[in-house]
């Protein structure tokens, strides 16, 4: 059976599994799930995913989801030794490392100010703008401390994926990274070196621009947490 993932066209978790997918040569089935609808708020959905987030892994029943166990899976099970997640202690330690940073402080500070107010009832404000370069301000120290072409290691790893898409994101509302030399470099050398998978980010920060100059109505999605912007009809 073809694996099946369950995403969305624009989220960094979806990308990133997508650029994972193709840089292992990984055949399969992109079932897109509708946002805006709720898609992924429903019961059916819910027996895939509990947390009714996305991405969702689907591999002959085996549903999985949290886009960093993803990525650890699919390197583990079908590409066993791949430069994405060597078997190496120290350097997984740090591909581990690093993905657990961009969940917990790179990601959550810059989706907190780049994509929520798309969606949702926020505002960018300076306490987030200050988080944000928080975020930045520790990624600069650790591509120089590790002093490594990429995020982890000399070479591409699963590390890479969920923080370029992190930082495609503040791309995408033309927020200026140039004063992080090392990451501006990191970023950029991505974009050069793997065309194929910068494509796939590229796509999705053009469908975010779209939403940013035309907000989505959201009404009908009735999130449990974010408050919904109120659309004037």
Not at 57 to 69: H, V
Not at 92 to 118: D, E, G, Q, V
Not at 122 to 130: N, W
């Amino acid at each position: 059976m073809v694996l099946k993932l369950y995403a969305v066209c624009d989220g960094p978790p979806s990308l990133s599994v997508r650029q994972a997918l193709a840089k292992l040569e990984l055949p399969f089935e992109l079932v897109e799930v509708d946002y805006c609808t709720g898609a992924h708020m429903t019961s059916e959905y819910a027996l895939m995913n509990p947390q009714k987030e996305i991405p969702v892994l689907d591999d002959d029943g085996f549903y999985l989801s949290e886009s960093n166990a993803i990525l650890q899976y699919l390197c583990d099970k079908y590409r066993p030794g791949t430069p994405l997640y060597p078997v190496d202690s120290k350097i997984r330690a740090i591909i581990n490392h690093r993905l657990c940073f961009n969940l917990s402080t790179y990601y959550a500070n810059i989706s907190a100010y780049t994509m929520a107010p798309i969606f949702f009832d926020y505002e960018r404000s300076p306490l987030g703008l200050k988080k944000v370069h928080m975020a930045m301000d520790v990624f600069e120290t650790y591509l120089e401390r590790l002093g490594t072409s990429y995020a982890a290691a000399n070479h591409v790893t699963i590390a890479d994926f969920p923080l370029i898409n992190s930082t495609m994101t503040l791309e995408a509302i033309d927020f200026d990274i140039s004063k992080y030399k090392r990451i501006n470099k990191w970023y950029n050398d991505f974009k050069q070196n793997y065309p194929d998978l910068w494509k796939i980010s590229e796509e999705a920060m053009k469908i975010i621009q779209h939403f940013a100059a035309n907000p989505p109505d959201l009404s009908g999605l009735n999130h449990p947490i974010h408050p919904i912007r109120k659309v004037k009809k």
